[in-house]
C-alpha cells in the first residue's frame, strides 16, 4: 500500500523513515509503483500546493494511507483555509480506498467536517485546557473528567465514533493491540 506523509509543521521528525523524502514548494506527483513512502515536506504553506497533492492521491484510485502530520500548520489558526483537497479526501477517501490519519496538538484547531467524518479518536496528554475539553467531548468522557490527562506515561484514550459508548482507556499500545 501507497503511504504518503505530508510533514507540514517542517520540524523533519520523519528523516529516520525509509522512502521518498521530497522537499518542494510544488506537489509532488503520486507513488507509481505498487507500495513505497513519500514523505513531503514543503518549506512553505500554499494551499493551492496542498490541494494538488491531496487531490492527486484521491484520483489515483489506488488504496493509500494518508499521514497528515500536525493538522493546524495545514490550516492556520483560523481554520478557515484549510484546503479544499483536505476536505474532499476526509469525506471520500475511504470509498476509494484511502484511509486519512490527522495528527496534531492543537485540537481547537480541528475543521468540524474532520472531527464529523473521524471513525477513530485518540487522545494522549494535551497541553492547553481548550484543546482538551475539544477532544473529551468528542470522546464522550463525563464532563467531570474533561481536562484530565492519561494518568499513565504512555495512556490515552481512545473511541470509535462510529459506535455507541465513551472511551476506552489503554495504558499503553500493547494492551490496546491486545498484547
Known amino acids: 500500500m501507497r503511504t504518503y506523509i505530508l510533514d507540514s509543521s517542517g520540524d523533519k521528525d520523519f ?3 525509509p522512502g521518498q523524502h521530497i522537499e518542494t514548494e510544488e506537489a509532488p506527483d503520486i507513488i507509481r509503483s505498487t507500495g513505497g513512502i513519500q514523505i513531503w515536506r514543503p518549506p ?17 484510485e489506488q488504496p493509500a494511507t494518508v499521514l497528515v502530520d500536525e493538522l493546524s500548520s495545514l490550516g492556520g489558526m483560523t481554520g478557515r483555509s484549510f484546503p479544499r483537497g483536505y476536505f474532499i479526501l476526509s469525506k471520500q477517501g475511504g ?4 484511509s486519512l490519519i490527522s495528527c496534531t496538538q492543537e485540537a481547537c484547531y480541528i475543521p468540524r467536517v474532520t472531527l464529523g467524518q473521524t471513525t477513530h479518536l485518540v487522545r494522549f496528554r494535551l497541553l492547553d ?6 477532544v473529551d ?3 464522550m468522557r463525563p464532563e467531570t473528567e474533561w481536562g484530565i490527562d492519561p494518568p499513565d ?9 462510529d459506535q455507541d459508548g465513551k472511551a476506552h482507556y489503554y495504558k ?8
Open 15 to 17: 528523516l529516520s523513515f
Open 44 to 60: 512553505i504553506d500554499d494551499i493551492k500546493e496542498y490541494d494538488k497533492w491531496f487531490m492527486r492521491i484521491l484520483r489515483h
Open 95 to 98: 470509498k476509494h480506498g484511502v
Open 137 to 139: 467531548k468528542k470522546l
Open 172 to 179: 499503553h499500545f500493547q494492551e490496546f493491540f491486545g498484547g
Open 153 to 161: 506515561k504512555y495512556g490515552f484514550y481512545h473511541r470509535r465514533t
Open 129 to 134: 485546557d481548550k484543546d482538551s475539553k475539544k
